[in-house]
């Protein structure tokens, strides 16, 4: 036996909020990726500086170290929000 066909009105809903997640997560995804792409820069910058620059280049070095670190909680961010997301869509798929 297959289950009892969803009114429209519901299953119109949930195909939109099914939409908006599927949006906002190629969103967020794209930024994460950024944020991995930078953190992977100054992460090269650092290790570069660290084996090329005199003990002078510490400042850059820091620079490019700080950087990172905001980055990541650029990224930690995202994640985040995709979680809380992903959250609220099974809550709502659940209702």
């Not at 429209?8 to 195909?15: N, V």
């Not at 570069?48 to 280049?57: E, F, K, M, Q, V």
């Amino acid at each position: 036996m297959s289950p009892p066909a969803e009114p429209p009105e519901r299953e119109t809903a949930r195909s939109r909020r099914q939409d908006a997640a599927e949006r906002s997560s190629v969103a967020l995804l794209h930024e994460l990726a950024e944020a991995l792409t930078a953190i992977t820069s100054y992460v090269e910058a650092a290790s570069h500086l660290h084996d090329t620059d005199p003990p002078s280049g510490r400042t850059r070095l820091r620079q490019a170290l700080e950087k990172s670190l905001a980055q990541l909680s650029r990224a930690d961010g995202v994640v985040r929000r995709l979680r809380t997301l992903l959250r609220d869509e099974k809550e709502a798929a659940d209702e």
